[in-house]
């Protein structure tokens, strides 16, 4: 038993950190802290940085141009993003469409799509839940009837995360209604300037704008757009749900968001007094440090165990679950601390003479308001709870 | 990085864990945990023979572990087989006679026990109020006041206890035959002793035993974690072969959702709770034990209480029974809570840090 790291994994942090700190533009990262809304020139700018220095495709094989990391290494290179205030990598085309088409994809389709990824050419979308099918994903109703040489794809995708700036969308659809509900869907690539597409954004809960529904009406796509075999697109979707578990517990986030509520807590003063002397507010950041110090190793072994065995265990669904309270709770907490503070409307006082709250903390209410959806998306906490009642309680 | 046990700590693990399996089952423990003297002397000698009582002190006090993971793997093992032998006093001790300098042969051996008395009536968990007091007498010194919830006190020969001298905790050793004991076997089995001090001779062992006291206490309290850790398997898998088993309305009652999603947050609480532990053990020695244990002691005492009582509540009445081992598996859940810090006091400590960093 010991916790410490390898010295070549001190070593590759230290590299990752220098990197981090000499490369990652300071606008970028203060955007970042602040949470202000991303931009699709920040994360294109991040993502052309990251690819000149060979580590944009973190979970690529080497072979399609991936860094070759082992999962401590991702596990270090994303804590130490996180650390740097580094933007999400966008993970539509990198982390979920390239991995599946060098699982599942032809030899032309990858020649094709891969590089473009890499060099920021297509932004890809995804399109998967539907308004009627949700935590039920295979009963989707999305159609693609073959015509010829071409699919006819009707229906309706939503919670399309920043379709906005996609060209591109990949789409579970049903091309075999007859068959039992998973046998018959498809993985489909579409280019979303085809005609009959039609993408409408939806306003969220704290107001932003940052997924969207899309619908397709006779729209004609290529049968070459076909990824794997016709009928076998749940497969696709499974593997997708158990490869993309790379720091699905959000631990870096978690540290990020700690950092910032114990600073805050600090910063404020509340009844004379900074707002940490408080005895409750003191004790609630101490319960969710607990929990997030338990969460890091938790992290640590699962990874442990991903590095020996080759793959990550459906016990991954674990770090989903407290992952995301344990940030939900830290979110919280930094909209607690500015108290009735938290009010304005981000963007709502203009008057840059009234200073109100900390720098940085105009979207700490918006931010736990938005942060609702991580229990939700990626397989609602109740869908991973299933998961684990089939696979670790055997019940 | 590595969470796989040693070749050794395996091993120890191994030994133990099939020992109390075959010589120290739950009905067994029942006869033994709650009535004086809470214990059982003939087992005591053979654990002591398979090694459990050298794993608590490094090799140059005598034994051939002491460190934090053997901590662990010791009361894992004990915790799985709900074992009430007065295994905390002797970990605790040694840790103190190590830091002392004191001979513990009798202790590793099994020949003698001995019990760590630093708690008081008004004051359970707090080093810094301890009001039994020592006097310099002739050669050596006396003791008085009342110490209390002293674990394994009710079976000891010798108890080590902490008095203040010169306005410092100092570090005792009394004859338990010296003293008046009142023992008594506790709610969740096992037992524990109210130790009364009267001019009681003592000798000596450290002056000023703050740090070593610290100390000794975070070691107590990472192996009631690890226990902990022991029982709370346990008690999760039975509860999960009851919902295999049980059926009512014509199916296992496992295939509720209501109750498969409870299971769920069990399990990750108990995952939470080992990790928590490892990190408690792997940072004993270091600066920021203190920390990391009451870290470990505050999630695991909420765990510890989310475990017992779902259980209990999950099998329904045949869990309130005497006669169904998950009642004293989730009374010993609950009540080792409040052994050497509850919930709430590891929580302040950890507050504490916060508030003045």
Known sequence: ??????????????????????????????????????????????????????????????????????????H?????????????????????????????????????????????????????????????????????????????????????????????????????????????????????????????????????????EVFFTDVRVPVTNLVGEENKGWTIAKFLLTHERTGIAGVGFSMQSLEEVKALARKIRRGGRPLIQDPLFAARIAQ?????????????????????????????????????????????????????????????????NIMFGPEGTSNNAARYFNNRKTSIFGGSNEIQRNILTKTMLEL | MDFNLTEDRRMLQDSLTRYLGDKYPVDHRNKVA????????????????????????????????????????????????????????????SRLMTKAGADQEALLSGAMKYAVAVGEVEAPYELDQIACTATAKGDGHVLSGRKSSVYGGQAADVILVAAMLDGKPALFEVQASDAQIAGYPMMDGGGAAEVLLDDTPAKLLLADASDALSDALNAGALALCAEAVGVMEVTHDITLDYLRTRKQFGVPIGKFQVLQHRAVDMLTEIEQSRSITIKAASELEGPDASRFVSMAKNLIGRAARLVAEESIQMHGGIAMTWEYPVSHYAKRLVMLDAQLGDTDYHLSRVMAGLQAA
Not at chain 1, 31 to 40: D, F, P
Not at chain 1, 85 to 114: C, H, T, W
Not at chain 1, 127 to 138: F, M, T, V
């Open chain 1, 1 to 74: 038993m010991d916790l410490s790291f390898s010295a070549e994994d001190n070593a590759f942090r230290e590299e990752v950190r220098s990197y981090l700190a000499e490369n990652l533009p300071k606008q970028i990262s203060d955007a970042v802290r602040n949470g202000t809304e991303q931009t699709k020139e920040m994360a294109e700018e991040w993502h052309a940085i990251l690819n000149r220095k060979g580590w944009l495709a973190t979970t690529w094989g080497v072979e399609f141009g991936g860094p070759g990391w082992t999962p401590v290494q991702k």
């Open chain 1, 76 to 212: 270090i290179f994303e804590e130490e993003c996180c650390r740097a205030y580094a933007p999400r990598i966008v993970p539509f085309g990198l982390n979920m469409l390239g991995p599946v088409l060098q699982a599942f994809g032809s030899k032309e389709q990858q020649d094709y799509y891969l590089p473009r990824i890499l060099d920021g050419t297509d932004w890809w979308c995804q399109g998967y839940s539907e308004p009627g099918a949700g935590s039920d994903l295979a009963s989707l109703k999305t159609r693609a009837v073959r015509d010829g040489d071409e699919y006819v794809i009707n229906g309706q995708k939503t919670w399309t995360t920043l379709g906005q700036h996609a060209n591109k969308i990949f789409c579970l659809c049903r091309t075999d209604p007859e068959a039992k509900q998973q046998e018959g869907i498809s993985f489909i690539l579409v280019d979303l300037d085809t005609p009959g597409i039609e993408m409408r954004p939806i306003r969220l809960i704290e107001g932003g704008h940052e997924v969207n």
């Open chain 1, 288 to 352: 969710a440090e607990i929990d997030l110090e338990a969460m890091k190793i938790t992290n640590l072994r699962m990874l442990f165990k991903a590095q020996q065995q080759g793959a990550p265990g459906p016990e991954t669904s674990i770090l989903k679950i407290k992952g995301t309270v344990i940030h939900q709770e830290l979110k919280d907490l930094a909209r607690r601390a500015l108290g009735p503070v938290a009010a304005p409307f981000p963007g709502s006082i203009t008057d840059g």
């Open chain 2, 34 to 93: 709650y009535a004086l003297p809470c214990h059982d002397p003939a087992k005591w000698t053979e654990m002591a023979e398979l090694g459990a009582l050298f794993a608590l002190a490094p090799e140059d006090a005598g034994g051939f572990g002491g460190t934090g993971f053997d901590l662990m793997v010791v009361f894992e093992a004990l915790g799985r087989a709900l074992n009430p032998e007065p295994m905390l006093g002797a970990a605790m001790a």
